[in-house]
């Protein structure tokens, strides 16, 4: 079992930015895709970045392209999300998640077996 704990979520405002690390324990963290997730107020939880391992590929998605990069140091067994131009709309709980999974495609949350807590981040307009 592995355990996922986010850190760096805050209050921040419109234009400003983030950091947002992952910090895993438990089995080897380099053989797995990472991914991060996030859920706003009143709606569904959706994908928002996902890097595999080794970082063979790196996908967003289209409401976050440019604005935010995901990146993992596996000696650290930690992955990131850097986020800048914050907008309101991207105020949510976000999740970081580990895909153990391998039927549907990497923006499936289920797809992802083991979740962090999540941190929140709130941007001010």
């Known amino acids: 079992q592995v355990q996922l704990v986010e850190s760096g979520g805050g209050l921040v405002q419109a234009g400003g930015s983030l950091r947002l690390s992952c910090a895993a324990s438990?089995?080897?963290?380099?053989?797995?895709?990472m991914g991060w997730f996030r859920q706003a107020p009143g709606k569904e939880r959706e994908f928002v970045a996902a890097?595999?391992?080794?970082?063979?590929?790196?996908v967003y998605a289209d409401s976050v392209k440019g604005r935010f990069t995901i990146s993992r140091d596996d000696a650290k067994s930690t992955v990131y999300l850097h986020m800048n131009s914050l907008k309101p709309e991207d105020t949510a709980i976000y999740y970081c998640a580990r895909r153990t999974r391998f039927i549907g495609t990497y923006f499936d949350d289920s797809e992802y077996g083991d979740w962090g807590q999540g941190t929140q981040v709130t941007v001010s307009s």
């Open positions: 890097m595999g391992w080794t970082g063979g590929y790196i």
């Open positions: 438990g089995r080897a963290f380099n053989s797995y895709t």
